[in-house]
């Protein structure tokens, strides 16, 4: 997830201090296979309808996500191409890394009420293993995952804060991801939280992340309210002014 800071305060930040490695959960899954069934059970556990995170009960039942982790800590497109055949297997990797990387963000960081005051370490300076390597969340949002030509990854990627999109209660999968990556964004902008529509002052504002990632939505529509529109029941009038509904920093916690 991307945020906007003036870039003296960034730069000072980001130089006050050297990265932090997480450290890796050791209980490595035998493969792909039963990591993913481990996943799988923590969002079905630890994950309601409306998205939000039992962090309580997580971090007193951590075994299914530290395997998880310890998985993607280990095997990754990079350090092992050939057990990701195609862009879908990648992204979905990518995605359920992310995520899973996240929430493990979040407990090692002392469930903070807001990530607010913690973006700086929280998304540059904590890095986590993956593939055998150091990244952090925003190396490999940035680096990885938009690099792939897919905006409906912005209705995927979870940083467990109330401004993100809904947290799936399933892992993507590479068969389905299409049809996951649709619904995803269908659910977004059916939203009132992400599209807020006033009538009569001829106004939409949309959730920032329209904001934070512009470019990539306008690489595949003449506007923010045209793109909007591939995903919405009801269209919203081109002619409107576009705004944007702050975004939410608050901890996402059942």
């Known amino acids: 997830m991307k945020w906007r800071l003036a870039a003296p305060f960034l730069l000072g930040a ?3 201090g050297c990265a932090v490695h997480l450290p890796a959960p050791r209980n490595a899954s035998a493969g792909a296979v039963p990591a993913m069934e481990a996943w799988k059970r923590v969002l079905s556990r630890h994950v309601d309808e409306a998205g939000r995170i039992d962090f309580a009960g997580l971090a007193s039942d951590r075994a299914d996500l530290d395997a998880y982790v310890a998985y993607v800590g280990e095997v990754s497109p990079r ?7 195609g862009r ?3 992204l979905a990797y990518y995605l359920n890394a992310y995520n899973a990387l996240a929430m493990y963000d979040v407990l090692e960081s002392g469930t903070p009420p807001e990530l607010d005051s913690i973006k700086v370490r929280f998304f540059y300076r904590n890095r986590l293993r993956m593939g055998g390597e150091w ?3 925003y190396a490999l949002e940035n680096e990885l995952v938009r690099p792939l030509g897919e905006p409906r990854a912005h209705f995927a990627l979870n940083c467990m804060v109330r401004g993100c999109p809904r947290l799936p209660r399933e892992p993507f999968a590479p068969e389905r991801l299409d049809a996951q990556l649709e619904a995803a964004a269908r659910l977004f902008f059916s939203e009132p939280r992400n ?4 009538p009569e002052a001829r106004i939409v504002r949309f959730s920032e992340i329209l904001r934070f990632y512009t470019k990539d ?3 595949q529509a003449s506007g923010l309210i045209a793109y909007a529109n591939r995903y919405r029941a009801d269209p919203i009038p081109a002619d409107w002014k576009t705004e944007f509904i702050p975004y939410d920093w608050t901890l996402n916690g059942q």
């Open 79 to 85: 350090s092992a191409p050939a057990e990701f055949r």
């Open 88 to 90: 879908e297997a990648v």
């Open 14 to 16: 980001l130089a006050a």
């Open 135 to 137: 990244i952090s969340l």
């Open 195 to 198: 599209v807020e529509l006033r």
């Open 217 to 219: 939505f306008l690489a």
